[in-house]
Nanobody, 124 residues
Framework: QVQLVESGGGSVQAGGSLDLSCVGS????????MGWLREAPGKEREGVAT???????AYADSVKGRFTISKDNLKNTLYLQMSSLKPEDAGMYYC??????????????????WGQGTQVTVSS
């Protein structure tokens, strides 16, 4: 059974930073592709960043240069370092796994599993 457990969400002022983590269990040993999605009230869920099994990374244009995705394969943990946060970055952030291509996954949200999410609030 696949489980993805996110942590690290919280409230921050615009311009601040937050680091998210996601611990995965039950995942395929041969597919290390994982990513982050987010959903704001009244908006569709969107891809934020994905790192695939080859280490290729794809970011949404809106977060390039401000967010950094990384993965510790030994710990089965995915990270998202967020800096220069903007109010429009607020929302529920979900960890996701079981993807193939980083760019495709980020753009089309092609993941097999999602976590329960962690809330990020950014005040102006």
């Amino acid at each position: 059974q696949v489980q993805l457990v996110e942590s690290g969400g919280g409230s921050v002022q615009a311009g601040g930073s937050l680091d998210l983590s996601c611990v995965g269990s039950g995942l395929s040993a041969t597919n290390g592709c994982m990513g982050w999605l987010r959903e704001a009230p009244g908006k569709e869920r969107e891809g934020v960043a994905t790192i695939d099994s080859d280490g290729k990374i794809a970011y949404a244009d809106s977060v390039k240069g401000r967010f950094t995705i990384s993965k510790d394969n030994l710990k089965n943990t995915l990270y998202l370092q967020m800096s220069s946060l903007k109010p429009e970055d607020a929302g529920m952030y979900y960890c996701a796994a079981d993807c193939v291509n980083a760019a495709v996954a980020t753009t089309f949200l092609e993941f097999g599993y999602w976590g329960q999410g962690t809330q990020v609030t950014v005040s102006s």
